[in-house]
C-alpha cells in the first residue's frame, strides 16, 4: 500500500514568535518534503529559503461587480441592497470592500451591473533545494485568504501525489481566523510555537482551543524559552491541563536574526543554541510523525 | 481622530506600542483602545481595565421554512459561497461559510426564507478614568472576523481620539480596521521579515489614502532597505525604539505600561505630539 501524505502544520496564534525560522529550517532537515507557506498576507518563508520559480499560477478569489456607466439609470437600489457598504456615489463599486456576492446584480432593474473574474493572487510552485516550494503574492487589501490557502495545500498535494512526495510541511499564518483554519484542517499534526510572553500565553490559550475543537492531534514549542521562567511554567501547566506534549525548548539566540539578514535558514547559518535546539525539535517531530504512520 | 496602528508582521510591537500611547494620550483627552486583532486580542493584557460590559456580535444566516420550500434551488443559485446546498430538494444551510449577503432571502420565490441572528463572537467594553477600551473577541472555529471588526469600530464615539490596534497581515480584517482612520502608525522591524511585511501595510494604508508615520522597533541595528524605503517614500519616523529583552520578559504582575512610560517617556511623547500636530496643522 502506498503511505498516506503526512501534512505538518506550524502555527502559533500569536505572530512573531519564530514560525517560519522553525518551519524553514525543517524544510531544510527534512530529507523528502514539499514546504508550503501558507501565510499569504505576508509570506515571509521566500526570503529564506533561495528558490527558482518554476510556475506561477493567477489565482482567482472571488467575482466583483462592476456597473456599466451605460446602462445605469442611477435609481439606487444597488446601494440599498448590498450589505457591504461597497456601491459608492454615484454609482460605482469599491473593489476592495465588494464580497462578490452579486446581489446588487441580482436586483438592479436594469440588469447594469455585471460579475466580472478578478485576479486576487497568485500562486507561485518554486524549486529550493530541488524540492517543490509552495508560496503565493496576495493582491494588497484582498479577502479569500482562506480560500487561497486551501488553493496552495490542494496544489501541494497533487504535486505530492504526482511525484511521491510523503510529507508536506505547512507554515501557517497567525491568528485563529479563515486562514488560520484552512492551513491547519485536514493536516495529520499541528506544531504550535508559542513563547513565555504575557501575549504569548493568552494567543497559546486560543490556538489550543481552535487545534481541540477540529480534534487535530498537537504539540507545543516554546521559542525564546529563557526569556522568562515564570511565563515559561506558565506555557507548561496550560500544556498539561490540554494534554498537549511540549517537545521542544528553543532559547533566545541573535543568530536566529542574524540569519534572517543573510538570506538563510538558522541550521545552516549557525550552530548555536537555537540551531541545535531545532535540529532536536525536528528529530522528535520526525518520531512523532513515523508513530503516526506505524497506527 | 482615529490612528490605527499596523505592521504586517505580527510580533513587531502593535499591542504595546498601541496600549502605551492609549494611556498616554489619556492624560490629556478623552482616549479610547479599539483592539481589532479580534483572532487574538491582547491589548487588555497590558492595560488591566475592568471588563464592564460584554456582548455578543451575531451575523445573519438563512433560515429555510421547509413547509413554505419547493425546493426550486434559486437560494442554491445566488449564494456565491456555498453556504446553501440542496440535499434531495432541501436546502441545508452551511453557517460558518454564510456571508450574511442576504441574496438568497431575496431570490427565494415562496419568501421561505428568513434570516436568524447567528452569533461570532463578543465585544467586551470598559474605561479606566479617560481611558476606554474596547475589543472584539472572536469565537473559537469561526472564520470571518470583519463583522467583529466593523463592530469594535462603533465603541467610544466620544472619545477625541480613538486608537485602532490592527491585525497582523495585509488582507481585507486590515482593511476594515484601517478604514475611515486619519492616520496610520506603521511599527516596523529592522529585520527582512518586519521590512517586507510593513511594506505591505504601507501599501494597504496607501490604497485607502491614509497618510503614515513609522516608529522602528525592536532596534539592534541598522537595516539598509528599510532605512531608504522610509527615506525614499518620504514617510515620518516617528520614533525608533530599541530591542529591550525587558519588554518580553514581564510579567502579567508587572505593568508593562508603566515601564514604557518611564524607560521610552519621550519617544510615545514624540509619537503623541506629532499626531495631535498633524490635525491642528
Given at each position: 500500500m502506498k503511505p498516506s501524505i503526512q501534512q505538518l502544520a506550524i502555527v502559533s496564534g500569536?505572530?512573531?514568535?519564530?514560525k517560519t525560522s522553525i518551519a524553514a529550517s525543517f524544510a531544510k532537515l527534512a530529507n523528502q518534503r514539499i514546504v508550503v507557506d501558507?501565510?499569504?498576507?505576508?509570506?515571509?518563508?521566500p526570503l529564506v529559503l533561495p528558490h527558482t520559480i518554476i510556475q506561477e499560477i493567477p489565482f482567482f478569489g472571488e467575482k466583483k461587480a462592476v456597473i456599466s456607466q451605460d446602462r445605469c439609470?442611477?435609481?439606487?437600489d444597488c446601494v440599498i441592497y448590498?450589505?457591504?457598504?461597497?456601491?459608492?456615489?454615484?454609482?460605482?463599486?469599491?473593489p476592495v470592500l465588494?464580497?462578490?456576492?452579486a446581489v446588487c446584480a441580482m436586483m438592479c432593474p436594469y440588469e447594469a451591473i455585471d460579475m466580472v473574474e478578478h485576479q486576487s493572487g497568485t500562486v507561485v510552485i518554486s524549486q529550493s533545494d530541488g524540492q517543490p516550494f509552495l508560496y503565493a503574492n496576495m493582491g494588497?487589501?484582498?479577502?479569500n485568504s482562506g480560500k487561497l490557502v486551501s488553493e496552495l495545500r490542494e496544489k501541494a498535494k497533487s504535486i505530492a501525489e504526482e511525484e511521491n512526495y510523503n510529507l508536506i510541511i505547512i507554515d501557517g499564518p497567525p491568528g485563529i481566523g479563515c486562514p488560520v483554519i484552512a492551513s491547519i484542517t485536514g493536516t495529520t499534526h499541528v506544531l504550535i510555537v508559542t513563547e513565555p510572553t504575557i501575549s504569548g500565553i493568552h494567543d497559546l490559550e486560543r490556538i489550543v482551543q481552535l487545534t481541540q475543537h477540529f480534534r487535530i492531534p498537537s504539540s507545543v514549542c516554546i521559542n525564546?524559552?529563557?526569556?522568562s521562567a515564570e511565563n515559561r511554567q506558565l506555557i507548561m501547566d496550560i500544556c498539561n491541563k490540554n494534554n498537549i506534549p511540549v517537545i521542544g525548548t528553543i532559547p533566545y539566540d541573535e543568530d536566529v536574526i542574524r540569519a534572517q539578514i543573510a538570506g538563510k535558514t538558522v541550521v545552516e547559518y549557525s550552530e548555536g543554541s537555537a540551531s541545535q535546539e531545532i535540529t532536536k525539535l525536528w528529530q522528535t517531530v520526525q518520531t512523532m510523525l513515523q508513530a503516526t504512520i506505524a497506527k | 481622530m482615529n490612528i490605527a496602528i499596523a505592521s504586517?508582521?505580527?510580533?513587531?510591537g502593535k499591542t504595546t506600542l498601541s496600549a502605551t500611547l492609549a494611556f498616554y494620550a489619556s492624560q490629556f483627552q478623552t482616549t479610547a483602545l479599539l483592539d481589532?486583532?479580534?483572532?487574538e486580542p491582547d491589548a487588555n493584557l497590558l492595560l488591566?481595565?475592568?471588563?464592564?460590559n460584554r456582548y455578543p456580535v451575531n451575523v445573519l444566516i438563512p433560515q429555510v421554512d421547509m413547509d413554505a420550500?419547493?425546493?426550486?434551488g434559486k437560494c442554491q443559485k445566488v449564494c456565491q459561497y456555498n453556504a446553501i446546498v440542496l440535499i434531495k430538494a432541501r436546502p441545508l444551510v452551511l453557517p460558518e461559510l454564510c456571508?450574511?449577503?442576504?441574496g438568497c432571502y431575496l431570490a427565494c420565490p415562496e419568501h421561505a426564507i428568513k434570516e436568524i441572528p447567528r452569533p461570532i463572537g463578543t465585544i467586551e467594553t470598559g474605561n479606566s478614568n479617560n481611558l476606554f477600551y474596547a475589543a472584539g473577541v472572536l469565537n473559537i472555529?469561526?472564520?470571518?472576523t470583519t463583522p467583529l471588526i466593523d463592530e469594535v469600530k462603533k465603541?467610544?464615539?466620544?472619545?477625541t481620539l480613538r486608537i485602532i490596534d490592527a491585525p497582523p497581515g495585509s488582507s481585507c480584517p486590515v482593511i476594515h480596521a484601517m478604514e475611515h482612520s486619519d492616520f496610520v502608525i506603521l511599527v516596523a522591524e529592522p529585520t527582512p521579515f518586519g521590512f517586507h511585511d510593513v511594506v505591505l501595510a504601507y501599501q494597504v494604508a496607501k490604497s485607502l489614502s491614509i497618510p503614515c508615520g513609522i516608529v522602528i522597533n525592536n532596534?539592534?541595528?541598522?537595516y539598509e532597505p528599510l532605512r531608504n524605503f522610509i527615506h525614499n517614500e518620504n514617510i515620518p519616523l516617528l520614533a525608533t525604539i530599541p530591542h529591550d529583552i525587558n519588554i518580553a520578559r514581564s510579567?502579567?504582575?508587572?505593568n508593562l505600561i508603566d515601564y514604557m512610560i518611564s524607560n521610552y517617556g519621550q519617544h510615545i511623547q514624540n509619537i503623541y505630539e506629532y499626531c495631535t500636530n498633524r490635525v491642528i496643522l
Open positions: 500569536k505572530g512573531g514568535t519564530g501558507c501565510d499569504v498576507d505576508a509570506s515571509n518563508m439609470r442611477g435609481c439606487g448590498c450589505r457591504f457598504n461597497a456601491i459608492k456615489d454615484f454609482y460605482v463599486v469599491e465588494c464580497e462578490g456576492c494588497i487589501g484582498e479577502g525564546k524559552s529563557d526569556i | 504586517g508582521k505580527g510580533g513587531t481589532c486583532d479580534v483572532e488591566k481595565i475592568n471588563v464592564e420550500c419547493t425546493g426550486c456571508h450574511s449577503c442576504g472555529g469561526e472564520h470571518i465603541e467610544h464615539r466620544h472619545a532596534m539592534v541595528e541598522e510579567t502579567t504582575q508587572d
